[in-house]
Structures are given as structure tokens and as C-alpha cells.
């Protein structure tokens, strides 16, 4: 209950413009670059050189969501299609995370297919992985389409997030199982702040259906990212994966850039394949005070910041 009501107060505080501007001015010394790689490109590549030092892959995340006019999204896409280019001159791993209302999905499918289509054609010749990440409720359902899409027409480079505490996320995952070859399928517990109609409200309902998801997942046969810093859950799916018979290359940890990093060692030392999400770009206050309401751990770190 406490996680729950820490979330939401956090994620409506944000919202309140004065603050949102005050932290929007004061982010870098605040320790945004805790949680965000840079708002540079370069800066995120570097990021991305010393994970892959430390025995850890990456995946790039642009940030900024809910663009509203074509120009926007014309210009998140070339901004995505430039980052590709330049992922294809290094040696490091093709992986992009991009958000589809970034591509337009809040001024219709259609739009937002084009600009996807586009990409996953980029990525397809330079060898990259694209995973459409999952918003709010209101896009869900395009999210998918767009995945199944895509998809159909031969683009299997392209893979999709779930999260635990929507009540239709089962019956989405089913949905992506139905598709051959199966996509990759990211679990996350989710972080938008959603109506009780929508989503479990209750954090012992979200870790149990987390719980449920990954073995679905694993059961379907679908290469599965487990992407949660709940050490209890992380368990769970290693023993869920024993018990199944699952062989390691099958399923991977993905944690967040600046969380938890000595979870993310350890796990490394102990063989198990880990990426990192790694975010970047201007458009970072979203993102950030997503991570706040996530752990009070997170927020304290901002108040030091703040306090000195």
C-alpha cells in the first residue's frame, strides 16, 4: 500500500508546473545524470563503451514522449534513424528502445507506422535490435498493432514491453505468442500513473501477476527480458526458468542506467546475461520523475542533491 501511495503522489507532484519547471532548470545538479546518460548522443555511446567494459550490454533509449504535431515526430524519427547510423560506425551492440508516441501513435496509427516502418527498415540494414516500449493506457492497443504489424511483414528485429500491473497484460502476451517466430518480450512492472479499471493498484497483485507473466513468457517459448530491481522477483524467474528447463540464452536482466548498480554486478558475476537501459536526450523530466516514484531511495538521492 505504501509503494503504491508513494508512487502516485510522486508522479501527481510532478506534474505541478512550478516544480516541473524548478527541476527542469536545476536537473544537473539535482544528479540527473544519475539516472539519464547524457543529453548528447556521444555522451550515451560513452555510457554504452563502459557497460560493455564492465560486462553488461546496452540499450539506447531517445527520450521524449507524447509528441503532437507531424513535425515532432518527424524529427524524433530522424533523430532515432541518425542514432542508428552512428550505432553502425562503432563496435558496439545495435540495441534501441523507442517510445511510439515519440513516432506519432497519439495522432493515429497510421502516422506512427510509416515513421516505425521506417526504422525497423534502417535497423534491418545496419543489424539492430528495436524494442517499442510501452506508454500509458490509452496506447496500448496501438503499440501492439504496431508490433504485430511490423512484424507480419518480415521485421523480426522488432520486440515489445508488457507491464505487470495492467489487467489485460496476459491476454497481450498471448497475443504475442500467437506470432512465429515468437518476438522477444520485455516485463516490466510499470510506472504511469493508471485508474484502478485499468491496473492492479495493489503491489502484491502487480509482483504476482510479474510473477505469472515470466512464466508464461518462458513456458510460450518467447525470448524474455526480465526487467525489474525487485531482487525477490529476479529469484523467482531464475527458479521459474530451472524449473522449466529454460536455457540461459533464452532470457536476460534488464535494469535501469544508475539503479542499483551493485545488483547489476552481481548479477554479472554470477553469468547471467544483463543489459542496461540507457537513456538520453533534452527531453529527460518524464523519465526522471518516473524513477523518483519508483523508490524513496531515488528521491532521497535527488533531496541530497538538492541540500548539498
Known sequence: MFDTLYRR???????????????????????????????????????????EARGMSGILDLLGEFVDTEAGAEAMTQEVLRTLTRLAETELERYMSVKPTQLGLGLGLEPAYANARRILERAQEVGAQVCLDMENAPYVEGTLDLTERLHREGFHAVSTVLQSYMRRSPQDLARLLALSPKPAVRIVKGAYRESADVAYQDKAKVDAQYRSLVEQALAGGAQVNIATHD??????????????????ERYEFQLLYGVKPALQQRLVREGHRVRIYVPYGEDWYGYFSRRLAERPANLAFVVRGLFG
Open 231 to 248: 531482487e525477490r522477483l529476479i529469484r523467482a524467474a531464475l527458479e521459474l526458468a530451472d524449473a522449466l528447463g529454460v536455457p540461459p
Open 9 to 51: 503522489v510522486v508522479l501527481g507532484v510532478a506534474e505541478a508546473p512550478p516544480l516541473a519547471r524548478f527541476i527542469k532548470r536545476q536537473g544537473w545538479k539535482l544528479g540527473v545524470s544519475r539516472f539519464v546518460a547524457g543529453e548528447s548522443l556521444e555522451g550515451a555511446l560513452a555510457a554504452l563503451a563502459a557497460l
